[in-house]
């Protein structure tokens, strides 16, 4: 893995804000099925410390994003009082977070899913998105960036405004990792914009990050310009001064 690859997988580590001992430990079905015991009971406070414990995304075991999947599932089989139920749950995270965390992200997520009829279309989405995922756990950069692009324009067809943002920042992440800097830096920006208007706090935090780290990130792709004229190799000059000009570096 190149040195930029490895910095930004390590910054998406940093995002992710978890509970590491609790994903280590547990399965998605685990996490799902302890929360919807606490959402059965009406528990917030345990509902509240599996939600915040378990905030990762790559590896599927973040709740609203289980629950988004489970909800079409069941809409697809036509299975109305599991996706009532499920529909439920995802607005009582969406509740917790507003209310502690003044974070609108989760409410609205949950609005969308509990309007769309279009399961059919959301799921193709969907699994164009865990495709990206996919790609990013088999360091498949070109693929990741190809299925976040294509989930962000399904998305937006099938009306679900909050994935579409969501699924824009994972496109953000994935051009930081191929070295595509100023790309990502526009898409980090308009999210920014967008996060703000509409109180999705926690992502705009992390696009915040994530735009920091994009400064570090292009710090090193200059030094690597830099060192041109000691590469001992045309290719090896011509990869690391493309690089460079990739963020919109100039030439000296």
């Not at 164009?128 to 498949?140: E, P, T, V």
């Amino acid at each position: 893995m190149d040195p930029l690859s490895a910095g930004a997988d390590e910054a998406r580590k940093n995002l992710e804000l978890i509970g590491a001992q609790t994903a280590k430990s547990h399965t998605g079905d685990e996490i799902f099925n302890d929360f919807m015991n606490a959402f059965r009971a009406n528990d917030s406070e345990r509902a509240w410390v599996i939600n915040s414990d378990t905030r990762e995304i790559v590896s599927g075991i973040w709740l609203p994003y289980q629950l988004t999947r489970r909800i079409i599932e069941a809409r697809s089989r036509g299975d109305d009082r599991e996706t009532d139920e499920l529909v439920r749950a995802i607005t009582f995270i969406g509740d917790l977070e507003k209310s502690r965390n003044a974070d609108f992200f989760v409410s609205e997520l949950a609005a969308d899913y509990a309007r769309t009829g279009r399961a059919d279309e959301v799921a193709t989405a969907q699994k164009a998105f865990d495709k990206g995922l996919a790609s990013i756990r088999s360091k498949d950069i070109a693929a990741s960036i190809s299925e976040f692009k294509t989930s962000r324009t399904m998305f937006a067809a099938a009306g679900l405004d909050t994935e579409r943002l969501f699924a824009d920042f994972w496109v953000a992440q994935m051009l930081t990792d191929a070295g595509r800097i100023s790309e990502s830096d526009k898409i980090l920006t308009r999210i920014s914009g967008r996060c703000t208007r509409r109180g999705f706090r926690w992502l705009r935090m992390a696009s915040a990050r994530w735009s920091a780290n994009n400064r570090i990130f292009e710090k090193r792709l200059f030094e690597n310009y830099r060192r041109c004229r000691s590469c001992r190799t045309n290719r090896q000059r011509a990869f690391r001064f493309g690089v460079y000009l990739e963020i919109g570096g100039r030439a000296e």
